[in-house]
C-alpha cells in the first residue's frame, strides 16, 4: 500500500456524497481506509490508493456514486470480491465503489430453483447459503472469488461441464449504468444488454445483483488421484481421451507440481463427479483410476460447499501466470507442454477440463468465446522476489512455443496491469457487437478499470 494523499476532493463535495448514500465513505487516514481499499491485485503488484472508497448499501447508492465520479472526473473501480489479478478493483486517486454489503444470497423460487445473489457476496457465502437445500451453483474454485467479477467475466468452476459457465446459469440481473439508471436486464428486457454483460466484464454498468437458475443437487463425489512415476505426454494423452468420452457430471483438472515445503510435488488429477448417483459416479472414474501409475485416491462423497477453499499464495513471491484455451489437444500439443512443463522448473501446470455443458452453449449466445474449446491451460510460476529479471522473459518464451496449439485467453485468469487485448478475448463479432452497446450504454468510457472493451477503435 502507498502513502495516500489527503483526498484531492473538495471536502465539500466529500460531504454531499456522505449526505447522499444511505452507505458510507472512507477516506485516506481513516481506520478501515487499507482494508476497504487494499485488494487481491496487490500480490501482483497492483497500487490500492483511491481517494475515496463508496461503500454502497443499495443500487440507488451506485448510482449517487456513479454520478459523483463522472461529474468530478475520477477514475472509478467496481470491487465485489477484489480478486482482479490486475488491480482493476481499486485504483489510484479516484472513486471506489464496494459492493460487499451487498451481499444477500435468497433462494427467491425454490420450485423454479431460482437464487437471487447480491454481487458483493463471495461464493464461499453462496455454497454455504445453499447447502443443505438441495441446490447448488458452478462458480469457481475459490471462497472469498467474488460474484460480481466471476459472473460478469465467465465463472469456470469445478461443474463448467455439467452446467456450463457460471454466467450460463445467470437469468436477470439489476444494472446501475453509467447515467445513473437503474435497469433490469434478462432474455426479455434489455436482452442486447443482458447479452453483453455475461461475458463483457463490468464494462456496461455496475451490477448490483443475479438471479441465477441453480442445479439440483444433494453431494458431489470429489478428490484426488495421485499419480507417480509416469510419462507426462503420456497421462495427459491417457486423460484426455478418457474425458473426450466421460458423462458431463466429470470434471476434472489435471495438475503437475514441483513440491513446495510442506507440499509433495507430483501429478494429480482434481476429480469433481457432479451428480448423486454412487453407482455412476464409480463408473465415470474407472477409467480414471486405470491410467497408469496411481499411487492414492480420496475421492469420495462430499457436500458442493466442501470443494471450495481458500487459496494462499506465497508470501514474498512474485507469482506469473500465463493461460490460453486448447480447442483440441492434440498429441503433438500435449507432447510440448509436456515439454513446457519440464522446462518451466518451479512452476505449476495446470489443464483444466471443458466441453460439455460449457460447449454446447452457441458461441454468439453469451459475449464469452472460445466455446469450442477442450480445455483450459494455465501455468502459475512463482519466484522469489530477487529472481532474476529473465525468469518472466523465459516463461513468456515457453509459453510462445506452445502458442500454436492454443487460442485466446480467460480473462479472470489475467494479471495483465493494463488489461488485455480484446481481440485476444473476443472474436471479431463479439467485439463490434459489444463496441456498438459500449458507445449505446458507456460512450465515455467510464468503465474502464477493466478488460476494457473501447467505444470506438481511435482510443
Ligand atoms: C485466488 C483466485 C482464484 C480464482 N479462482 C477462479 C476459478 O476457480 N474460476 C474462475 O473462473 N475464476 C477464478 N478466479 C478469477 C476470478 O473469476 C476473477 O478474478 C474475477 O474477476 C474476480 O471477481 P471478484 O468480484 O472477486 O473481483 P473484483 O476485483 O471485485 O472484480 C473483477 C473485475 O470485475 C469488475 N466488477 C466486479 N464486480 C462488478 C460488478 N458488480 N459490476 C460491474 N463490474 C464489476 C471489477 O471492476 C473488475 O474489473 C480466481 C481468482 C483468484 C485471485
Known amino acids: 500500500m502507498t502513502t495516500v494523499d489527503p483526498s484531492p476532493?473538495?471536502?465539500d463535495a466529500v460531504a454531499d456524497l456522505k449526505q447522499s448514500l444511505a452507505g458510507s465513505v472512507v477516506l485516506p487516514g481513516d481506520p478501515e481506509y487499507e482494508s476497504a481499499a487494499t485488494v487481491y491485485g496487490t500480490v501482483y503488484g497492483a497500487t490500492a490508493a483511491p481517494?475515496?472508497?463508496?461503500?454502497?448499501?443499495?443500487?440507488d447508492d451506485v448510482g449517487v456514486a456513479v454520478a459523483f465520479a463522472r461529474s468530478h472526473g475520477l477514475e472509478l473501480s467496481v470491487r465485489s470480491g477484489g480478486h482482479s489479478g490486475s488491480g482493476f478493483s481499486t485504483n489510484v486517486g479516484g472513486v471506489v465503489i464496494d459492493l460487499r454489503r451487498l451481499n444477500s444470497v435468497e433462494i427467491i423460487d425454490p420450485v423454479r430453483r431460482l437464487v437471487r445473489i447480491g454481487a458483493g457476496a463471495t461464493w464461499g457465502q453462496v455454497a454455504a447459503t445453499l447447502d443443505g437445500s438441495g441446490l447448488a451453483l458452478s462458480s469457481g474454485d475459490t471462497t472469498s472469488v467474488g460474484v460480481g467479477g466471476l459472473s460478469l467475466g465467465g465463472g469456470i468452476g469445478w461443474m463448467v461441464r455439467t452446467c456450463g459457465l457460471a454466467l450460463d446459469s445467470v437469468v436477470e440481473a439489476t444494472i446501475v449504468t453509467a447515467g445513473s439508471e437503474v435497469l433490469r436486464v434478462s432474455a426479455d428486457e434489455h436482452p442486447e444488454l443482458f447479452w453483453a454483460i455475461?461475458?463483457?466484464?463490468?464494462?456496461?454498468?455496475?451490477?448490483?445483483?443475479?438471479?441465477?437458475?441453480?442445479?439440483?443437487?444433494?453431494?458431489?463425489?470429489?478428490?484426488?488421484?495421485?499419480f507417480g512415476d509416469a510419462d507426462l505426454a503420456e497421462l495427459l494423452a491417457g486423460w484426455r481421451d478418457v474425458m473426450r468420452a466421460a458423462p458431463d457430471e466429470l470434471n476434472t483438472t489435471f495438475l503437475a507440481m514441483p513440491a513446495f515445503p510442506g507440499m509433495p510435488g507430483g501429478v494429480q488429477v482434481l476429480v469433481c463427479f457432479a451428480g448423486d448417483d454412487a453407482v455412476a459416479a464409480e463408473a465415470a472414474l474407472a477409467p480414471l483410476r486405470d491410467l497408469p501409475g496411481l499411487t492414492s485416491d480420496d475421492v469420495a462423497a462430499h457436500p458442493y460447499v466442501d470443494l471450495l477453499e481458500e487459496a494462499h499464495p506465497p508470501e514474498g513471491m512474485t507469482i506469473i501466470g500465463h493461460n490460453a484455451f486448447a480447442r483440441e489437444l492434440t498429441d503433438e500439443a500435449l507432447g510440448d507442454l509436456a515439454s513446457m512443463y519440464a522446462e518451466l522448473g518451479g512452476s505449476v501446470l495446470m489443464i483444466r477440463s471443458l466441453g460439455g455443458a460449457f460447449s454446447r452453449v452457441p458461441n454468439d449466445a453469451t459475449a464469452f468465446g472460445f466455446r469450442d474449446s477442450e480445455a483450459l491451460i494455465i501455468s502459475v510460476a512463482f519466484l522469489p522476489p530477487d529472481g532474476p529479471a529473465e525468469a518472466g522473459s523465459r516463461v513468456r518464451d515457453l509459453w510462445q512455443h506452445v502458442s500454436p496449439h492454443l487460442q485466446g485467453t480467460y480473462a479472470g485468469f489475467s494479471s495483465a496491469p493494463g488489461g488485455e487485448e480484446p481481440a485476444l478475448l473476443y472474436s471479431p463479432d463479439t467485439l463490434s457487437r459489444l463496441m456498438s452497446l459500449k458507445r449505446t450504454y458507456d460512450p465515455e468510457n467510464l468503465f474502464r478499470r477493466n478488460h476494457n472493451i473501447p467505444p470506438d477503435l481511435a482510443r
Request: net charge positive; glycine share 14%; hydrophobic share 40%.
Open 51 to 59: 481517494a475515496l472508497v463508496a461503500q454502497v448499501s443499495d443500487a
Open 9 to 11: 476532493i473538495h471536502p
Open 198 to 226: 455475461r461475458g463483457g466484464g463490468g464494462n456496461f454498468g455496475v451490477v448490483t445483483s443475479f438471479t441465477f437458475h441453480a442445479r439440483s443437487l444433494s453431494r458431489v463425489f470429489s478428490g484426488t488421484l495421485q
